[in-house]
RNA sequence: GAGUCUAUAGCUCAGUUGGUUAGAGCGCAUCGUUGACAUCGAUGAGGUCAGAGGUUCGAGCCCUCUUAGACUCACCA
């Protein structure tokens, strides 16, 4: 044996275990029943990484499910953890976009075919990179079920979804307000916004007969109304009559209304509603039937009904318009240090533009219930329990789930629309020469073919109350024309994710009878394990899709587990350049090195704070292992010189009568060991079962440097022949505990130890956990 | 505004139903090791377990309040 580890070893290490094609999940057939607690199906789904991305801290700690994964092999079970990647929709293109605009482009220069083509080009290339990496930590994942979110067998099941929701009444089109990025010209739904406290200005503003204080005085071109509280006593004969109010490019008439959300204590307490642009005045507008006024475009700029300001951005124009008010006197008065919360786009960061679009939605209710009934029932646990609370109390307040996004990157929705049912219908397209056409059908279709404007389409835009078919029609079944085409919406990446672990596992949404042996052996899976913030993103969904689709929770555990900060406790951001490269740190301390970092003495959903310091300290902790078994080795080598017949003795003591049989006697040092060593299992067993790897790595590290080591081995030096059975009992026991955590220096000490003393398990990657030695002492 | 979490040695953190002198790694000091160990071993310094009160025979752990951070959710212009 070399005199140190060498992780340089470590690919051979994993072609071995690929070679004997221990991490493939073989249904029902388990080769032997190895414990009481064992072969019994264990599944988990890897919460699927993003195909374009590179590899981070967050991918390393997959190490948690590999370490229940290689413990439940260990205890005999059929064990399934099933990888893939994600082409993570919005994400994906927004990569993507960054690199045409490096290379002097856009996504405006090409039609949404050529724009897909060349997104999965890219993707693939990453994807194998992405496996390499994950093999390269060591993850004992079942190559052979590698799941990719675009395939077509998924994409299939993933329309046949939407079908199904459609053909129960749950999928609507409405035209409703949604947060829309300009910047990325798409909706998001209300996870994806960021609200971001700000300090910015509060405007007072003569408005009519009132003075009114408004943050965005330029939409005041799409006011349709002005409220007031129906119990001020201020405002009271202004109520229902309707107001005329100089709007700068000229007077504009609004009706004043009266309605609760309106505080009396704010401002003046009296507030413009802008139905097309704000939340809040867009349900106030429902609620009083008030007209909705574009003024803001999807690019970010006001309309033409905005008179001189049209073409100006939304920042350039408040600050015209105040400038504007200024001057004639309008501007009452400017607070500026006015604190308040900003929506802004989880992605690029700009400010959400509240938009009235027609989008699709999915009803949520019917789907929410059964889900949140589960969580209730634990018939989804959580761990650790808090985070049920906040689940819940999600699920009991969800809205309607808004499904669409203007991206290209990803399916379609399975929406078919007739042209000429509906000249109506907006297009983007791109013509053969290069030009971008935009326009309503009924004023491009003479100057434009059908099949100019669908070979070059980038997007449309159909009125709400377009008709659709669901299934694609050869041609119009009202009035017969084959001028139709698809939607080009394409669907939020969660609705996908969601339905993650059916897809995967072979389930058939169109005839749940015809899912997979895999479905029925491995479904519902055993443990879900991620990060806290997907719980409502992924987590909510994959419940909801579970139960709606299969009738069954698709996990009985949620294990929750924390974030890798740096030392200083703050999240590693390529910003503040404290990012820890995973891939460099296996290469330069071994990939044991790094996983037992991750876990050792981390507290449950505690964040994990991770150094170079500790890698390097869990280096030689490995090396630790590696110089005790070269060490026990050589004694071996020592006493068969001299005694070549040497044979060990693999029939321990047992140091307490078994069934009643006589204590035999042991050496004091001997069975002080050996007792410790039976703890360590049964804390180390308990420890793992409930999800405290903290513990049990740090156990595990204890008795093998300071009992082991320290003192068990130093008192064996002087000692002869006699020592050998319990070094080597006390040695493979530590390898098979160990293993979960560091599988490639146990393993390659194992080999070793096979190697020379021909033991009959000829893996410890599929060996056997051990029990204690000790019949009395019992393992929970 | 509602809810949750965190506060333990210089630094990063363990401490699972309350029980004898509160632990680890890194760092620090002294000594020893070069035939298991990119070292390793031995010994040691260092904590009124954020503060105050309470429950208990007994609290880092349970309860209340205070202070300081972090996070989640929420439509206030």
Redesign the pocket.
């Known amino acids: 044996m070399d ?4 992780p340089s070893s470590e690919p051979d290490i994993y072609k071995l275990w690929e070679s004997a094609d221990v991490f493939t999940a073989k249904i029902g057939k388990l080769s032997k029943a190895k414990s009481a607690s064992g072969g019994k199906p264990y599944s988990i789904i890897l919460p699927l990484p993003n195909a374009n991305d590179p590899m981070h801290m967050g991918h390393a700690l997959f190490t948690i499910q590999d370490i229940l994964c290689r413990y439940h092999r260990l205890l005999g079970d059929s064990v399934l953890w099933l990888p893939g990647s994600d082409h993570a929709g919005i994400e994906t293109q927004f990569v993507f976009e960054k690199k045409l605009q490096k290379e002097g482009k856009s996504r405006f220069d090409f039609d949404r075919e050529t724009l897909y083509r060349m997104i999965w080009d890219f993707v693939e290339t990453n994807r194998e990179i992405n496996i390499k990496q994950m093999k390269q930590l060591g993850f004992s994942m079942d190559w052979t079920r590698y799941h990719y979110s675009l395939e077509p067998a998924i994409v299939k099941n993933i329309l046949a979804v939407f079908k199904k929701l459609h053909h129960d009444g749950l999928v609507y089109r409405a035209e409703k307000i949604v947060n829309y990025c300009t910047h990325c010209g798409t909706a998001f739904s ?2 994806e916004v960021d ?1 971001v406290d700000e300090v910015t200005s509060l405007y007072y503003m003569k408005y009519g007969p009132f003075t009114l ?4 005085p330029e939409t005041k071109f799409g006011d349709t109304a002005v409220a007031v509280n129906p119990k001020d006593t201020r405002y009271q004969q202004y109520i229902g009559q309707e107001i005329t109010v100089d709007g700068l490019i000229g007077p504009f008439k609004v009706k004043v209304i009266a309605d609760d ?3 009396m ?3 003046t ?1 009296v ?2 509603i802008t139905p097309a642009h ?3 005045d867009f349900e106030a507008g429902l609620r009083h039937h008030l007209a909705i006024k574009r003024v803001i475009g999807f690019d970010g700029r006001l309309n033409e009904l905005t008179g001189k300001y049209a073409g100006l951005t939304v920042s350039q124009a408040r600050q015209k318009v105040v400038e504007d008010m200024k001057a004639s006197g309008m501007l009452i008065k400017v607070d500026d240090q006015y604190q ?2 900003i929506g802004r786009c989880y992605k690029c960061k700009h400010v959400i533009e509240p938009m009235v679009m027609p989008q699709w939605f999915v009803k949520i209710d019917s789907l929410a219930k059964p889900a949140l009934a589960a969580a209730q029932k634990g018939q989804v646990k959580f761990f650790p329990l ?1 985070f049920k ?2 689940f819940t ?2 699920m009991q ?1 969800i809205r309607d789930w808004n499904i669409s996004r203007q991206i290209v990157w990803g399916p379609r929705l399975p929406a078919w629309y007739c042209l000429e049912c509906h000249p109506g219908i907006k297009l983007n397209f791109i013509t053969p020469d290069k030009t971008v056409v935009t326009g309503l059908y009924s004023d491009l279709k003479a100057n434009y073919s059908y099949e100019v404007i669908k070979s070059g389409l980038q997007s449309l835009s159909a009125p709400v109350d377009t008709t659709y078919y669901v299934d694609e029609p050869s041609s119009c079944p009202k009035c017969g024309s084959s001028h139709l085409l698809q939607e080009t919406d394409t669907f939020d990446t969660w609705f996908l994710s969601g339905q993650w672990p059916l897809n995967t596992l072979g389930f058939n949404p169109a005839d749940p009878s015809q899912s997979s042996p895999d479905f029925a052996y491995f479904y519902p899976t055993s443990v879900l394990d991620t990060l806290w ?1 997907i719980l ?1 993103f992924w987590v909510a969904r994959m419940i909801m899709f579970g139960l709606y689709l299969a009738g069954d929770v698709p996990f009985k555990t949620v294990h929750i587990h924390a974030r890798v ?1 740096d ?3 703050q999240k590693m951001s390529k910003s503040k350049g404290n990012v820890i490269d995973p891939v460099s740190m296996t290469q330069t301390y071994g990939t044991d090195a790094l996983r037992f970092a991750l876990v050792y ?4 959903a ?2 994990i ?1 991770i150094s170079e ?2 890698i390097r ?1 869990h280096r ?1 902790f490995v ?2 292992i590696w ?2 078994s ?2 026990i080795l ?1 004694k071996l080598d020592q006493l068969q010189s001299s005694n070549p017949d040497l044979k060990i003795n693999f029939n321990l003591p047992l140091f307490k009568g078994r069934n009643g049989e006589a204590e035999r006697d042991l050496n004091p040092a001997d069975l002080a060991i050996l007792q410790k060593l039976d703890a360590l299992i049964v ?1 180390t067993t ?2 793992l079962n ?1 999800y ?1 790897f ?2 049990a790595s ?1 156990g595990l ?2 008795f093998f ?2 009992e082991f ?2 003192i068990y ?2 008192s064996v030096k002087s000692r002869g022949e006699d020592a050998l059975p319990i070094l080597f009992y006390v040695l493979i026991t530590c390898l098979k505990l160990l293993h979960p955590f560091i599988p490639f220096v146990t393993e390659s000490v194992y080999q070793q130890l096979v190697a020379r003393l021909g033991l009959s398990e000829k893996m410890l990657a599929v060996s056997s956990w051990p029990t204690p030695h000790d019949s009395k002492s019992s393992v929970k």
């Open positions: 005199k140190a580890y060498t209300n996870l609200y204080a408004t943050t965005r959300m309106v505080d204590q704010f401002g307490g507030v413009k704000d939340p809040d308040h919360r808090r609370k906040q109390d999600w307040n913030d409502f900060v030392k200083a406790g003495g981390v507290a449950p505690a964040d704070a310091d500790k300290a030689n090396n630790k110089n005790a070269r060490f050589m804390s308990k420890h409930s405290h903290g513990q740090e590290y204890q440097w300071h080591c320290d081995i130093e």
